[in-house]
């Protein structure tokens, strides 16, 4: 499988998204000038294999291309991740958080190059309202299968340089915007596993007045494995899912 490395190239010197207004070339995807807090990320999504994140990877062909936005900011109670909450009266995932995110569109270009940045900033803007000018790419994960829905999903990694007012764009489809400190995230208290009737069993986030479960939360939990910040927390206690889930 292709790394994330080899699909972009070695970072450039730009910053932020300023390439997003070419009409053709790379995003720019670079690490420099983090703060601090954040190197450990950086250096993690550099060198992280597609096994290392999840047991799902995408098949050989097929699958629908699709990129989300994990956009670390720096809140009043330090470092945060930005969240969104899919509305109740969906078909499918009601209720649940997830990553701004979504499809590959054909304007967003090639998924092999800079389509799936593109896309993740471009989808984060129209659910959240979130200014993509603002925002850093600074990493480009392993990309990852959701086999329930068939969407191949590439995490994309942003530094939010230049905070800007988000909320939910579309209430038909999100019920609320909202971020959740690494602090609580990383706070045994809020930690727990689900399992689904399916048999499924996975991390998961009491955090915000919300369960965090399913994807997101396994990208949560392996970046913040691998980037050094989790604390030991009780495995076995569990948190049951519905079929509805």
Known sequence: MTSAREQYGEPAQERGAAA???????????AEGLPEWL???????ATIEPRQLSRFLPPESGGRQS?????FGHGARGPELLLMERAGTLRSHAGQPSFPGGALDPEDGDPEAGGPVRAALREAQEETGLDPSGVQVFGVLPRLYIPVSGFVVTPVLGWWREPS???????????RVFTVSVADLTDPAHRVTTRHPSGHVGPAFLV???????????????????????IPWDRAKQVPLDWRS
């Open 39 to 45: 190197a450990p990320v950086a250096r993690a999504a």
């Open 208 to 230: 915000e007045d919300a369960l965090v479960w399913g994807f997101t939360a396994g990208v949560i939990d392996r970046i913040l494995h691998y980037a050094g910040w989790e």
């Open 20 to 30: 997003l207004a070419a009409a053709s070339g790379r995003v720019a995807v670079t």
């Open 165 to 175: 007012t988000v909320g939910a764009v579309d209430e038909a489809e999100t019920a």
């Open 67 to 71: 990129a989300v936005l994990i956009l």
